[in-house]
């Protein structure tokens, strides 16, 4: 029934080392950057990591529609028989929005002022997204063993189920036939 959805992005798992990894990573381009803030999605919208001056609640919203805006530009791609768009920019009056893919899985978005270079945005972005592409790696190899692992449990415990339901159930045969045996 569910076979079609995208398990990377139904039950991918980020653990804390890679979490750490992910926010030193982030810091890092911040600061480089000088940046307003930074996000790490997934392609489903969904915020992985942020840093910023300040929380701001709309970065949920901005995190779904950056990715709505990346899976339109994918369309576009292969429309245009190109292998993808790997990097979106929108420029606003007071803000710019740099997205660049992480392996065509995850979504880096810098937000910053027109202060900052975007020549500069996108050669420091390119080196992040070097970075998170190995901890994405990570991540991956974690969660196919993590499944893997899962998978053996769970059919070790419904063998065991199916097994414990059928020996009382033959207990109770045994029990019934000697019942009868003993009336007569």
Known sequence: M???????????????????????????LMVDTGASYIMLLDRAGQVL???????RPEMTHLGALLAGSYASSREMARLLKEDNFRVLVQEGARERVFTETVEDRWLLVVVFDHQAHLGLVKVLAKRATQSLSGVLHVVIERNHDRRSRITGELRRAAVDTIDLIFSQDDRATESRSTDKKQWP
């Open 49 to 55: 990591s942020w840093k910023g001056d300040a929380p």
């Open 2 to 28: 569910f076979d079609h959805l995208d398990p990377d992005l139904t039950s991918m798992v980020v653990g804390a080392e890679e979490s750490e990894a992910i926010s030193a990573c982030l810091d890092r």
